[in-house]
């Protein structure tokens, strides 16, 4: 049972390049979210899904794109990366049980 | 004011000491709070969970909250270097699924 498996785990880009961040979940949970993590900012929403079919801008939204593939599939596109997106970016599933997330080891990227 | 506020640290404590984190939160509406746990280089982890006023107890863990206060806290006892790691809150509003963290405390339990 992996959870939620991210790829690629580093990552190297030039400004404007594009790439698309994967994530899957095996946990048959409905809602998936992406998540940027920045230092002294915590963890700040980028977009989520629901369900599968629907998607829904966070907190951090601009410069990204999703694609809710299926149920167990949520990806995170940079069309043109830029130097302010160099961060470390966490998929997590969400348990509608008890409301806990259930996240990915995280995605390093960095954009020179 | 941001929806969700922790004091960065570090909190320092002795080993075998009391840690206490705190966090307050803006929507009145929330309905579910959680603490996660980080270690550095890794993905969060959730520790606690809790949903109604008072005290939840989990090992050496347990979560207060005080939904008049708007405030929920986290105390560890007997604190072990091992629980040297940033605590992130994290609220889920009454409106919705998404759930806000707020920005970690580091805590660091020293021998």
């Known amino acids: 049972n992996a959870g939620v498996t991210q790829t690629p785990k580093f990552q190297v880009l030039k400004t404007g390049q594009s790439m698309t961040l994967q994530c899957a979940q095996d946990m048959n949970h409905n809602s998936m979210y992406w998540y940027r993590q920045d230092p002294g900012m915590g963890l700040r929403l980028i977009y989520y899904?629901?369900?599968?079919?629907?998607?829904d801008k966070g907190e951090v939204p601009n410069g990204y794109n999703v694609s809710r593939l299926n149920k167990r599939e949520f990806s995170l596109r940079l069309e043109s990366a830029a130097p302010s997106q160099t961060s470390v970016y966490f998929c997590a599933s969400h348990w509608e049980g008890t409301g806990e997330l259930f996240f990915g080891e995280g995605s390093r990227l960095t954009v020179l | 004011q941001k929806e969700v506020e922790q004091n960065s640290g570090p909190l320092s404590v002795p080993e075998g000491a009391i840690a206490s984190l705190n966090c307050t939160y803006s929507d009145r509406g929330s309905q579910s709070f959680f603490w996660y746990r980080q270690y550095s280089g890794k993905s969060p982890e959730l520790i606690m969970s809790?949903?109604?006023?008072g005290d939840k107890e989990d090992g050496r863990f347990t979560a207060q909250l005080n939904k008049a206060s708007q405030y929920v806290s986290l105390l560890i006892r007997d604190s072990q270097p091992s629980d040297s790691a940033t605590y992130l809150c994290a609220v889920r509003g009454g409106g919705g699924n998404k759930l806000t963290f707020g920005t970690g405390t580091q805590l660091k339990v020293e021998l």
């Open positions: 809790i949903y109604s006023n």
């Open positions: 899904s629901a369900s599968e079919g629907t998607t």
